[in-house]
């Protein structure tokens, strides 16, 4: 995931008026996937794309807020850490893609197949499209 894009600003691009978000519940604490972890951000910026991130610490509603955004401001998550618990975050998610829950699904990926290090990930690239890859190349598509 890609931090904050200087070129867009949460009120004015994402936040509109009518909008309703879906909320829930994750286990997944927001450090896990936008914290130190640089290897935690590669495999989800490549298994999840075009999106980008932001902290937010200036908020009555939490403590601490991240938000994940599409590149084009059409779907956004804020997930809320109230200060207290830390082991289960408020989601708030709008727009098409539901980014938290890509983001739950990949980074389960990632621990699933053994948080695999950047230097084990590839990119397949054919006319069809691209693949990602862990250890072993995936053929080209023709």
Known sequence: MRGHRPDVELERD????GQTPETST???SPWNVAGHD???????GIR????????????PEAHT????????????????YDGQQTDT???AQHGPRRL???????????????RPGIERHGL????NGQQVWIDQPVPAAR
């Open 65 to 80: 807020r991240l938000w994940v955004a599409d590149d084009h401001a059409t779907s956004w998550a804020a997930i809320h």
């Open 124 to 127: 397949t690239i054919s006319p």
């Open 26 to 28: 994750s286990t997944l």
């Open 48 to 59: 999840v794309p075009d999106i980008w991130h932001s902290w937010d610490t200036d908020t």
């Open 14 to 17: 994402l936040l509109r008026d």
């Open 100 to 114: 938290w829950d890509e983001v739950e699904t990949a980074h389960q990926q990632w621990v699933e197949a053994g």
């Open 38 to 44: 640089l290897e935690a951000h590669f495999a989800i």
């Open 89 to 91: 975050f408020h989601v």
